[in-house]
């Protein structure tokens, strides 16, 4: 009898850290809005890499294999996030963001519905998917900034690192869940019925928008009209050197490093010579480490330091290059999960390190740089695997890139001089601008 309660009280010790652990990394779907947000995001993310592989698989398709045209869409697609995050940002910060959110998402079903038709008609052609992938650019240099800020606003600051952090693993589950599908029922059915599953998936997210209680809002002070000017951000990082010194590294591994979702397709089709479920396998397998890192990611509570930041930069530049040194589609696949791992590690350590470290009045035009140099650089990062594939191989837009981005991570690490002195975030230094009632509608 003894022994058994032994063996009771043992199995209490050890399940209730556990316990506390998962509570703990799931805080954040305490608050309403906040699950509300999840769960459109979960559906409408899971469309949405459906519509990756399926657009990826059209264009390789129409263009008979040709990664110049994958880059060109590619291009087109990421180039007015580069002209317009910015503003995106100014918009953020001016106006009421959950009703951005809703307008830009159902811009972008409206757009998915409609090339997806063109395609289950056969009346699609290369031009068109040019087209609408930079209409759809246009939609996310809206979308990206005020999803991004708009975390702060559904939580509070307390919980911005553990809300992030779960924010990157649903878009991983659906980063999973998306491929893999797409996969399947592009080989049964075809690229257009994928489209137009995408399509119907934004209804989700614009669902659990309208649902939310905007009183229970944390929304900071609305800024006086004309204020909000892009300039003031950008003197808002002018004057921190510490957000500089990790947006420089982003960009650097953005550019170079951060272009999987153009060398997995051609991977998959010009080394390895795999069908449309093998492609999916590998953004899957990528996918799985990322997952990984975003389930780790919530246990953060604090604002990352800069060594944390190029630690992972070093480790993500390491097995890209590995990766694209693969000899074969399995040791591909293994080598993608911890690959995918760094890469979302690294990507949101850089996030939590700039959210937190910025002004929540400048927090939208802020995150807008961020997303600025992370996806607005793709038109930049296209033309760069476009001229290492045409030069050196297919292999070499991984290999490249992946040594390219250890050598900026190596450097960064070696110019730090540490972070920051102790309360010099405002997002610490003053709470009060991001939990006040927040009861604007």
């Known amino acids: 009898m003894t022994r058994d309660m032994t063996r009771a009280t043992t199995r209490a010790g050890t399940e209730g850290p556990a316990r506390r652990l998962l509570t703990g990394s799931l805080r954040s779907l305490t608050v309403r809005n906040f699950r509300l947000f999840a769960a459109g995001q979960v559906v409408s993310a899971t469309g949405t890499w459906m519509m990756v592989v399926a657009q990826d698989w059209l264009v390789l398709d129409l263009s008979g294999g040709s990664g110049t045209a ?10 007015p996030m580069l002209l317009l995050t910015l503003y995106g940002g100014r918009l953020a910060d001016r106006h009421d963001k959950r009703a951005l959110l809703t307008g830009a998402n159902v811009v972008s079903g409206v757009f998915a519905l409609a090339l997806g038709l063109l395609v289950v008609s056969g009346a699609a052609r290369q031009w068109q998917v040019c087209v609408f992938a930079a209409a759809l650019g246009v939609a996310n240099a809206v979308e990206v900034p005020a999803r991004l800020s708009f975390i702060a606003e559904l939580v509070g600051p307390d919980l911005v690192p553990n809300a992030s952090a779960l924010s990157g693993a ?4 659906a980063r999973v869940l998306g491929p893999s599908l797409a996969g ?16 119907v998936s934004y209804a989700a997210t614009v669902a659990g928008l309208r649902a939310m209680r905007p009183e229970e809002l944390h929304r900071p002070p609305r800024p ?38 153009l060398t997995l397709p051609l991977m998959a089709r010009t080394v390895f010579h795999t069908d449309a479920a093998s492609f999916g396998l590998l953004t899957a397998a990528l996918a799985a480490g990322s997952l990984l890192a975003a389930f780790a990611g919530t246990l953060r509570r604090s604002r990352p330091p800069a060594r944390l930041v190029t630690g992972w930069a070093c480790a993500f530049g390491a097995l890209a290059a590995a990766t694209g ?3 074969n589609l399995p040791t591909a696949l293994v080598l993608l999960v911890p690959t995918g791992f760094a890469s979302l590690y690294f990507a949101q350590a850089a996030n939590h390190r700039v959210q937190l470290g910025s002004d929540p009045a400048h927090r939208g035009r802020v995150m807008a740089v961020y997303t600025l140099i992370l996806q607005g650089t793709a038109p930049l990062g296209a033309v760069f695997v476009g001229a290492a594939t045409h030069y050196l191989g297919t292999r070499s837009a991984l290999w490249a890139g992946g040594l390219i981005s250890l050598a900026a991570a190596l450097v960064a690490a070696a110019a730090d001089r540490g972070d920051a002195p102790a309360g010099r975030s ?3 230094r003053t709470p009060a601008h991001t939990t006040g009632t927040g009861s604007r509608p």
């Open 70 to 79: 994958l880059a060109t869409v590619t291009a087109l697609q990421f180039t």
């Open 170 to 173: 649903y878009f991983n589950i």
């Open 184 to 199: 399947l029922l592009i080989a049964a059915t075809g690229t257009g019925t994928v489209m137009l599953l995408n399509a």
């Open 224 to 261: 006086a009209a004309g204020a909000a000017r892009v300039v003031e951000g950008l003197a808002e990082l002018r004057s921190r050197p510490d957000l500089v010194a990790t947006l420089a590294l982003v960009a650097a591994v953005a550019l170079f490093g951060l272009n999987l979702q």
């Open 325 to 327: 040194w693969a000899p």
């Open 426 to 428: 405002p997002a610490v």
